[in-house]
């Protein structure tokens, strides 16, 4: 008593129980199915009538009923659906009744439609069976095309037939529990994925080089096949031949990403982009030429599941981090001679402490060790491995011996843009290379972060403060509080406070808030000094909450603790910043500036020089030349504290009190008139200003506040 169903509306079921087909156009798919009944199986089952959806049961077992007798195409005993679709219920032919009552309600027709009663779902003994033959089903319709030879069908046919290719067959829809229907169903989405590949496959032969529809096809075929080589071939030779190389780049960097994180080999791939791009690059190949077909049709018989390429969804770029880091690949450094042992193992080495000290630093995302070895190993260069990554900054350096010297080159730059935004060359002895290797790592990680903060703070001013995240906000937070300004100071405390409304446990947003308040207790910016002292506290303290490894947050309570005279606490907060990451130059300088005034004034000097050769540019360097000067006078060496001071006096920025500190240390110097231009400057700025001033921000040792009354009396700089 076999049933061949889904023929269109070619076929009718005969009395006794058999179905008449019609040969009417055999090679011709029915597409007609808005039009009347559509069973959609090819993604998310659903059902319509004249083009409007109608609802179908909730139930996972009635589609799954629904979509096996209507790929089936035969009657089905009632015992073998209760095997396959209940793991022995109570009453499985019961819940077998109550699915096939729930299918009628959506299939047949009660004699309202038409005034005709027609019945879809057929009990035929003790079998139950569907009478398709006029509903429109997609699978069924892809079926018949291919079978009939699509190479014989009209392109507006087959376009018209490949809009109904909505994704995996019953998607949504799991069997867990039965392993006959699982393999069934893997068998069936094999099987009709190969039948949508062959499909799509023949439109892409037939559509123009380069066009939109094309490209239309190509990601309908990626959509089905992820990680299918050959799609993506045909998808990238589709953009290089519209002009779209960027896009064809960035869509390369993604399918590597997706690959390696299926563990597939991504090499041919790699290497096919690489002539690829190299062909249209090359002057005499102005057109690319159009890659030959690589799908050819296949036969309508199911495939052994083995044989399928997995669909896994697309692969897609990485997920978005969110947006409280910049991040950065540290590809290893190589050799530029043929490499002995021991340099490939300097070389190696130099890049994993930098990877390692990055990290501390808890400001930028840092890709791991084992994963840039890996690109490195596979001959993947700096830039590539950057959009493969889907980092913002890309690091890479080259060793080279010179006779006795060892030199080395490292860049910094930005992967969107291909853009080196740092360069710098380092060398030292052949014979001192181990001995100086932490001073250069130091350098370099010091110069790296350095140079992506101000990057990222150039990317933030380009941006409206109302679409800013929280890292962005951050960042133009930055650029107004280093410009040690009561309005400036202002609006970084407002930028600072929009990260923390985007993301609480910020705490380098916690750190920045905490010195905008530092700053006004600090440069008497707001009358109300002891309340921001408080809140210097507070917010730093919060910062430390958030992330109690991250030396900005010890930084910041080092400096309140300052604020609020617990010299001693201070000092240990600092020291601790310094110790979770050698290579934060700020936290060097306040323990620089705090021992300056009334610790030890030598290890005052050291901890300054370490902060200006980590960070020869930074934003406070009037600040560490400064404190430098306040330790040469304490330690008697008034001309090196004259000297200092000057050099502070003139770096861009330089506040009230650095322009103080020059005149006091000029005057005790006996530069008379170098002092009196200083206070000169300091008097236009602020008029009312005075020693008083100076003595009341900073926390000078008896000795050093009596040089300083001494030499404001000397320059007309009295209280």
Same mark, same amino acid.
């Given at each position: 008593?076999?049933?061949?169903?889904?023929?269109?509306?070619?076929?009718?079921?005969?009395?006794?129980?058999?179905?008449?087909?019609? &040969?009417?156009?055999?090679?011709?798919?029915?597409?007609?199915?808005?039009?009347?009944?559509?069973?959609?199986?090819?993604?998310? &089952?659903?059902?319509?009538?004249?083009?409007?959806?109608?609802?179908?049961?909730?139930?996972?077992?009635?589609?799954?009923?629904?979509?096996?007798?209507?790929?089936?195409?035969?009657?089905?005993?009632?015992?073998?659906?209760?095997?396959?679709?209940?793991?022995?219920?109570?009453?499985?032919?019961?819940?077998?009744?109550?699915?096939?009552?729930?299918?009628?309600?959506?299939?047949? =027709?009660?004699?309202?439609?038409? *005034?005709?009663?027609?019945?879809?779902?057929?009990?035929?003994?003790?079998?139950?069976?569907?009478?398709?033959?006029?509903?429109?089903?997609?699978?069924?319709?892809?079926?018949?095309?291919?079978?009939?030879?699509?190479?014989?069908?009209?392109?507006?046919?087959?376009?018209?037939?490949?809009?109904?290719?909505?994704?995996?067959?019953?998607?949504?829809? $799991?069997?867990?529990?039965?392993?006959?229907?699982?393999?069934?169903?893997?068998?069936?989405?094999?099987?009709?994925? !190969?039948?949508?590949?062959?499909?799509?496959?023949?439109? &892409?032969?037939?559509?123009?080089?380069?066009?939109?529809?094309?490209?239309?096809?190509?990601?309908?075929?990626? $959509?089905?096949?992820?990680?299918?080589?050959?799609?993506?071939?045909?998808?990238?030779?589709?953009?290089?031949?519209?002009?779209?190389?960027?896009?064809?780049?960035?869509?390369?960097?993604?399918?590597?990403?997706?690959?390696?994180?299926?563990?597939?080999?991504?090499?041919?791939?790699?290497?096919?982009?690489?002539?690829?791009?190299?062909?249209? +690059?090359?002057?005499?190949?102005?057109?690319?030429?159009?890659?030959?077909?690589?799908?050819?049709?296949?036969?309508?018989?199911?495939?052994?599941?083995?044989?399928?390429?997995?669909? @896994?969804?697309?692969?897609?770029?990485?997920?978005?981090?969110?947006?409280? /880091?910049?991040?950065?690949?540290?590809?290893?450094?190589?050799?530029?001679?043929?490499?002995?042992?021991?340099?490939?193992?300097?070389?190696?080495?130099?890049?994993?402490?930098?990877?390692?000290?990055?990290?501390?630093?808890?400001?930028?995302?840092?890709?791991?060790?084992? $994963?840039?070895?890996?690109?490195? !190993?596979? *001959?993947?260069?700096?830039?590539?491995?950057?959009?493969?990554?889907?980092?913002?900054?890309?690091?890479?350096?080259?060793?080279?011996?010179?006779?006795?010297?060892?030199?080395?080159?490292?860049?910094?730059?930005?992967?969107?843009?291909?853009?080196?935004?740092?360069?710098?060359?380092?060398?030292?002895?052949?014979?001192?290379?181990?001995?100086?290797?932490?001073?250069?790592?130091?350098?370099?990680?010091?110069?790296?972060?350095?140079?992506?903060?101000?990057?990222?703070?150039?990317?933030?001013?380009?941006?409206?403060?109302?679409?800013?995240?929280?890292?962005?906000?951050?960042?133009?937070?930055?650029?107004?509080?280093?410009?040690?300004?009561?309005? =400036?100071?202002?609006?970084?405390?407002?930028?600072?406070?929009?990260?923390?409304?985007?993301?609480?446990?910020?705490?380098?947003?916690? +750190?920045?808030?905490?010195?905008?308040?530092? !700053?006004?207790?600090?440069?008497?910016?707001?009358?109300?000094?002891?309340?921001?002292?408080?809140?210097?506290?507070?917010?730093?303290? #919060?910062?430390?909450?958030?992330?109690?490894?991250?030396?900005?947050?010890?930084? @910041?309570?080092?400096?309140?603790?300052?604020?609020?005279?617990?010299?001693?606490?201070?000092?240990?907060?600092?020291?601790?910043?310094?110790?979770?990451?050698?290579?934060?130059?700020?936290?060097?300088?306040?323990?620089?500036?705090?021992?300056?005034?009334?610790?030890?004034? /030598?290890?005052?000097?050291?901890?300054?020089?370490?902060?200006?050769?980590?960070?020869?540019?930074?934003?406070?360097?009037?600040?560490?030349?400064?404190?430098?000067?306040?330790?040469?006078?304490?330690?008697? #060496?008034?001309?090196?504290?004259?000297?200092?001071?000057?050099?502070?006096?003139?770096?861009?920025?330089?506040?009230?009190?650095?322009?103080?500190?020059?005149?006091?240390?000029?005057?005790?110097?006996?530069?008379?008139?170098?002092?009196?231009?200083?206070?000169?400057?300091?008097?236009?700025?602020?008029?009312?200003?005075?020693? @008083?001033?100076?003595?009341?921000?900073?926390?000078?040792?008896?000795?050093?506040?009596?040089?300083?009354?001494?030499?404001?009396?000397?320059?007309?700089?009295?209280?």
């Amino acid at each position: 008593m076999a049933i061949a169903l889904f023929r269109g509306q070619h076929g009718s079921l005969a009395p006794g129980g058999s179905v008449e087909t019609s &040969v009417e156009n055999p090679g011709v798919a029915h597409t007609g199915g808005p039009r009347g009944l559509a069973l959609r199986l090819l993604g998310p &089952v659903s059902f319509s009538r004249d083009g409007q959806p109608v609802v179908l049961p909730r139930s996972r077992k009635v589609r799954a009923l629904l979509a096996y007798l209507a790929l089936e195409g035969r009657p089905v005993l009632r015992s073998r659906l209760c095997d396959l679709l209940w793991d022995v219920p109570n009453d499985p032919r019961g819940e077998l009744r109550w699915c096939l009552s729930k299918l009628r309600g959506v299939l047949d =027709d009660s004699g309202g439609r038409h *005034g005709t009663e027609r019945r879809r779902v057929l009990a035929i003994e003790d079998a139950i069976a569907l009478d398709l033959s006029d509903v429109h089903v997609d699978a069924r319709e892809l079926e018949r095309a291919v079978a009939s030879g699509l190479a014989e069908q009209n392109t507006a046919v087959l376009s018209e037939l490949s809009q109904w290719l909505g994704g995996e067959l019953l998607e949504g829809i $799991t069997v867990d529990g039965n392993l006959e229907l699982s393999g069934w169903l893997a068998a069936r989405r094999a099987h009709y994925r !190969q039948l949508s590949l062959a499909l799509l496959g023949e439109l &892409v032969a037939r559509a123009e080089p380069g066009s939109e529809q094309r490209l239309l096809h190509l990601r309908s075929w990626l $959509t089905l096949a992820p990680f299918d080589p050959r799609g993506h071939e045909q998808l990238l030779a589709t953009l290089v031949q519209a002009g779209r190389v960027a896009e064809a780049e960035a869509h390369v960097a993604a399918v590597l990403r997706g690959f390696e994180h299926e563990g597939l080999d991504w090499a041919p791939l790699r290497s096919a982009w690489h002539a690829l791009r190299a062909a249209h +690059a090359a002057p005499e190949a102005a057109v690319v030429q159009p890659v030959a077909p690589l799908v050819q049709p296949v036969a309508p018989v199911v495939q052994p599941v083995a044989q399928v390429v997995a669909t @896994a969804g697309a692969a897609p770029p990485a997920e978005p981090r969110a947006r409280r /880091r910049a991040s950065i690949a540290v590809m290893p450094f190589t050799e530029a001679a043929a490499p002995a042992a021991s340099n490939t193992r300097l070389a190696d080495g130099l890049t994993e402490d930098i990877i390692t000290r990055l990290a501390k630093l808890r400001v930028l995302f840092v890709i791991a060790r084992g $994963t840039v070895f890996a690109l490195g !190993q596979r *001959g993947i260069g700096a830039q590539e491995a950057g959009r493969i990554l889907n980092v913002e900054y890309v690091a890479s350096g080259t060793l080279r011996r010179d006779g006795a010297r060892v030199s080395l080159l490292v860049e910094l730059a930005e992967t969107e843009g291909a853009r080196i935004i740092w360069a710098d060359e380092l060398s030292v002895r052949a014979d001192e290379t181990f001995a100086a290797l932490d001073a250069i790592v130091d350098r370099i990680v010091a110069a790296l972060a350095e140079e992506i903060e101000s990057a990222e703070c150039q990317r933030a001013l380009l941006r409206p403060p109302s679409s800013l995240d929280a890292w962005q906000a951050y960042h133009r937070g930055l650029w107004h509080m280093y410009r040690f300004n009561g309005p =400036d100071n202002l609006d970084a405390e407002r930028f600072f406070r929009t990260a923390l409304a985007s993301d609480p446990t910020f705490s380098r947003a916690h +750190a920045g808030l905490s010195f905008t308040h530092f !700053q006004n207790a600090f440069l008497s910016l707001t009358p109300d000094r002891e309340r921001q002292v408080e809140l210097a506290l507070s917010t730093a303290a #919060e910062s430390l909450a958030a992330d109690d490894r991250d030396p900005a947050a010890h930084w @910041a309570l080092g400096r309140a603790l300052w604020l609020s005279r617990e010299h001693e606490t201070s000092l240990i907060e600092l020291q601790r910043c310094v110790e979770l990451s050698p290579n934060f130059a700020l936290g060097y300088y306040t323990l620089g500036f705090v021992q300056s005034q009334a610790g030890d004034p /030598r290890s005052a000097i050291i901890a300054i020089d370490t902060a200006r050769q980590l960070s020869p540019f930074d934003p406070l360097l009037f600040g560490m030349l400064a404190s430098r000067a306040v330790a040469h006078l304490r330690l008697g #060496e008034i001309e090196e504290a004259a000297q200092w001071s000057a050099k502070a006096a003139v770096r861009p920025n330089a506040h009230d009190h650095i322009l103080a500190i020059a005149a006091c240390c000029a005057g005790l110097a006996n530069r008379r008139a170098a002092a009196r231009e200083l206070v000169a400057r300091v008097r236009a700025r602020a008029p009312g200003y005075g020693v @008083a001033d100076l003595l009341r921000s900073f926390r000078f040792d008896e000795v050093a506040e009596q040089l300083f009354r001494r030499a404001a009396r000397q320059v007309g700089f009295g209280e």
